[in-house]
């Protein structure tokens, strides 16, 4: 099971998504970020990428206009990933990774 750490300028910002958004994101981590994450590959629907301004940085979508970014960190448990969630929102998140 990867293990996952959410910086302060993430937390703020799932504060602020409506309950429904908020729903929707922990749907799409549990039922396909996490499963793709252990076999290494994403499904495409998740449009997992590389923010290309920031190397390192990876967006996922998990609603048409709901956006996510986050890294990996170093393993917190001996071959599981960890993954840092950095920003989340709208489109506009890419802007600042």
Known sequence: MPTFE????FAAALDELTSEQRRR??????GAFVPDL???KFR????VKG???AP???ELTWAPDGRATWE???ERICGSRHIVWRRIGRHDVLSGP
């Open 38 to 40: 252990r076999t290494g």
């Open 25 to 30: 994101f922990r749907r799409v981590v549990r």
């Open 56 to 58: 390192g940085v990876y």
């Open 72 to 74: 990996y960190g170093p």
């Open 51 to 53: 923010v290309r301004a």
């Open 6 to 9: 959410v910086l302060p300028r």
């Open 44 to 47: 495409a629907g998740l449009r």
